[in-house]
């Protein structure tokens, strides 16, 4: 038996490096579209790449470790193996290379992603060129511009939901709240995502560079209809965003009935 | 490492042993069982009756099943009629017709003011004894009615009533179920023409209804009960699964009444009402906006809920009928008084017979676009202040209060609060001195009246007759809260034609009224309504509230109700 589970644990680490090629060389098949979705977004490119520089580490750490154990789940198969047992005491070389080597390469992840995060979580974008302010509530995304003076909660803020709608080569500066509980604002194609939370305002920036229409959906498990909880961003040019706007910002501010209405229904006092 | 006791060999083949005995056995047990659930079609759901009407209606009929007796009268002499068929002979003796149900005597029709009907027959009764005897099948009720009669004596006659059940039939023979949205005919096909005749497009009926799968081509099936089943229940009874967890509960669509709407007080909406609530979403309740489904489900998914809601107001008028003692009409009559289908310009013929209940709910829905409140155009200048324009001077900076544009709009803000707290409009009573919604919250809208009639009963009897609604499917009732009309969230839309439409006719099935409106060229007098120009100071102060400092001093407050009471 001790060959054939060594057989067993050596097919995890084959299987694992195959799966991963398969995903990352055959994803537009049909069944086969795991891999990233299409990145389009001005600093997605950073994040793939600091998952493709943790996924070469940790999978050669990982292979490494899988090849050991199937090699000594074979060489010392105690049907096979008639070997005496040997004891041995502590290596102190050894210790100080398996304590070093990892600290060494965390300590590398750790200031190589350094830039990344600060781009992503911490130097706001001075020059957005829009605000929105995002509300995630059970269960839909609720959208509010700040209308032509450029301040929220004023009477022309321009109310929306569901569908986000953005132009194309500027940054988005999102303001991110939650009217009940966590939810987690989830952009695959701009590769963005960052947990709503009740009570505070959490700014979030991107900056779309292709025009069309991606995902946006909640990543956080928000009660029983979280997998409801679907939306869309639009990504348009400045000239169809500013169209688009003024739009709904006419309709919002709407004062007579649509062209279908006709009766003029007055009524005599009671 | 070695276990004393156990050699390695052994240990081995103890783990695979143990290991296949149980994670992996039970691992593929859970996978058969799954994939029985999944295989195995699922029982087909039921479709519960409207109990809670019932028990509305008459609480002693809650099963709408009786057993009367009555006193039929019987005719001096026997009739001449008779020949094969002995139901000439009962129609000239009694104005009533039997049939043969899997072998019971079932009254088929009753004449009106004929002794069945006087006595109190009515059509689908089972007759199980006459006189004593007992009633097997129709021969032994026809030997009983015309050759064992003593003529002119009445015979007492007893029947088993189960009008529940009569309902649940008429419904199918007009309806179909919700699963399968149209009627089956004889031969066992489907049958839609009798609802295209009322109206309906059945293609997007069966779209919406039944189970969810996908064709090929990736038209989606089902879309009731992918969106829409888990809240609002699989007859639309507003009673799913995840009904109870909402506040407020999803809409009861069998009620017939719907609150968000572009139509006057009790009117029906249009379609392009409920596409509008379907894309936007119902703010500041569950209901989330469908914006990114495709129109043409959106629209089918509206023509689905129009056809529950025809079923399930149908299927209250005949439960409240049968309660009242009244004859419930037969499924002709019932499906009677089509076709409904608007002309060219959008008329339909109102039917005339209270029989034909179906058309009588259709022809509400048909007519619903013609009941559009319209607004009066507002100024110019309302125009803007509704958009959030503040006058400005000509260098573009905020104008001073003292400047006549800012005047005039700190006056029209003036008039309608002074509406707010007027006699006419009676705003605060209900949504607070200081407009927080905190006025009056002890009322129930239409949905919970079974539970409003409550209220006069000691708080004893009242917990008993709410567990024995809530037996019957009703959810917890719960009191009907005021608008917050500070927190800026408008469920039926926050454009200010919506809020004029909300003041102009009301909210239908809620305690909020439609204001007065004063009769055109009448007098002013703040007293008796408003003129529908002045409705836009009441939208523009109602829209300017969420970005006011929060409230007035409440001796103020007082002061100023005062001041416009009197």
Same mark, same amino acid.
């Given at each position: 038996m001790g060959k054939f589970w060594s057989f067993v644990f050596f097919l995890v680490p084959v299987l694992g490096v195959g799966l991963f090629v398969v995903a990352m060389n055959f994803h537009s098949l049909p069944l086969l579209n795991h891999w990233f979705p299409e990145d389009v977004s001005a600093s997605g490119h950073v994040i793939d790449q600091l998952f493709m520089t943790i996924l070469v580490l940790t999978g050669v750490v990982f292979v490494a470790t899988e090849v050991c154990l199937a090699f000594f789940l074979w060489r010392y198969d105690a049907k096979a193996n008639r070997d005496p047992v040997r004891y041995m005491h502590g290596s102190h070389t050894l210790e100080v290379v398996w304590t070093v080597l990892p600290a060494a390469t965390l300590f590398f992840i750790a200031i190589y992603q350094m830039n990344a995060w600060a781009d992503a %979580?911490?130097?706001? !974008? %001075?020059?957005?060129g829009v605000i929105v302010e995002v509300r995630g509530r059970q269960f839909e995304w609720r959208f509010r511009y700040p209308g !032509?003076?450029? %301040?929220?909660?004023? !009477?022309d803020d321009i109310h929306w939901d569901t569908d986000l709608h953005v132009p194309v080569d500027e940054e988005v500066l999102v303001h991110l709240k939650s009217e009940d509980v966590l939810h987690s604002f989830f952009l695959p194609n701009m590769r963005v995502k960052q947990d709503a939370v009740p009570g505070m305002m959490i700014p979030v920036w991107f900056r779309p560079t292709k025009i069309g229409s991606w995902d946006l959906v909640c990543a956080e498990l928000c009660g029983w209809g979280h997998y409801k909880m679907r939306g869309r961003i639009t990504v348009q040019s400045r000239a169809d965003f500013d169209a688009w706007l003024v739009e709904i910002a006419n309709k919002q501010h709407a004062t007579q009935a649509d062209a279908t209405a006709t009766a003029d229904a007055a009524k005599p006092a009671k | 490492m070695r276990l004393s006791g156990m050699d390695g060999k052994n240990l081995n083949r103890t783990m695979t042993t143990h290991i296949f005995n149980s994670r992996v056995a039970l691992t593929l047990a859970g996978l058969v069982l799954a994939l029985g659930i999944l295989g195995c079609a699922a029982p087909p759901p039921k479709f519960r009756p409207n109990l809670v009407q019932a028990k509305t209606a008459g609480a002693e009929k809650v099963t709408l099943a009786s057993t009367p007796e009555v006193d039929l009268p019987t005719p001096d002499k026997a009739p001449v009629a008779g020949g094969k068929d002995p139901n000439a002979a009962l129609e000239q003796a009694y104005g009533m017709k039997l049939s043969d149900d899997a072998g019971k005597a079932v009254i088929e029709s009753v004449v009106a003011d004929k002794p069945a009907a006087s006595a109190g027959l009515m059509w689908g009764d089972v007759i199980t004894s006459i006189n004593g005897s007992s009633i097997s099948d129709r021969p032994a009720a026809v030997k009983a009615l015309l050759e064992q009669a003593t003529w002119g004596k009445p015979m007492k006659v007893k029947v088993d009533r189960q009008q529940g059940q009569q309902i649940a039939n008429l419904l199918l023979a007009v309806f179909g179920t919700p699963d399968h949205p149209e009627r089956v005919s004889a031969d066992g096909s489907p049958d839609p023409t009798l609802l295209k005749s009322f109206g309906f497009d059945i293609d997007k009926l069966q779209v919406s209804a039944g189970r969810v799968y996908s064709e090929q081509s990736g038209r989606q099936h089902g879309l009731y009960r992918l969106h829409c089943a888990h809240c609002h229940g699989i007859s639309g009874d507003g009673a799913g699964p995840t009904a109870a967890f909402l506040n407020p509960y999803p809409r009861d669509y069998r009620q017939g009444k719907f609150k968000?709407?572009?139509?006057?007080?009790a009117e029906k909406p249009t379609h392009a009402d409920l596409m509008r609530i379907l894309t936007d979403g119902v703010p500041g309740t569950a209901m989330p906006s469908f914006r990114i489904l495709p129109e043409n489900e959106r629209e089918a998914l509206v023509e689905y809920v129009e056809y529950l809601s025809v079923r399930g107001e149908t299927e209250i008028k005949l439960i409240d009928r049968a309660a009242r003692g009244e004859t419930i009409p037969t499924p002709a009559e019932l499906a009677g008084g089509g076709p409904l289908v608007p002309d060219a310009e959008g008329n339909v013929t109102e039917p005339q017979d209270e029989n034909n209940i179906v058309a009588g709910v259709v022809y509400t829905w048909r007519m619903a676009d013609k009941k559009i409140v319209a607004p009066v155009a507002p100024s110019e200048e309302m125009t803007k202040w509704l958009a959030g324009e503040m006058p400005k001077n000509a260098d573009g900076s905020p104008a001073s209060a003292d400047s006549p544009a800012e005047k005039r709009r700190l006056a029209s803000l003036a008039r309608g609060q002074a509406m707010f707290y007027g006699t006419a409009a009676n705003c605060f009573s209900c949504h607070g001195d200081s407009q927080l919604g905190d006025g009056q919250t002890t009322d129930y809208d239409f949905w919970f009246q079974w539970r409003k009639s409550l209220d006069t009963k000691p708080a004893a009897d009242r917990d008993k007759v709410i567990a024995e609604f809530e037996a019957l499917g009703a959810l917890p009732p719960r009191n009907i809260k005021p608008r917050d009309l500070r927190a800026g969230v408008y469920r039926g839309g926050r454009r200010p034609l919506d809020i004029y439409r909300r003041i102009f006719s009301g909210i239908n099935g809620t305690p909020m009224p439609a204001i007065s409106v004063l009769p055109a060229g009448a007098a002013p007098d703040p007293k008796k309504g408003v003129t529908t120009q002045e409705i836009w100071d009441l939208v523009h102060f109602v829209k300017s509230l969420p970005y006011q400092p929060l409230s007035q001093p409440p001796e103020q407050l007082e002061a100023l109700r005062e001041h416009q009471i009197q």
């Open positions: %979580k911490i130097r706001q !974008p %001075k020059d957005a !032509p003076d450029g %301040k929220f909660n004023t !009477p | 968000f709407k572009s139509t006057l007080g």
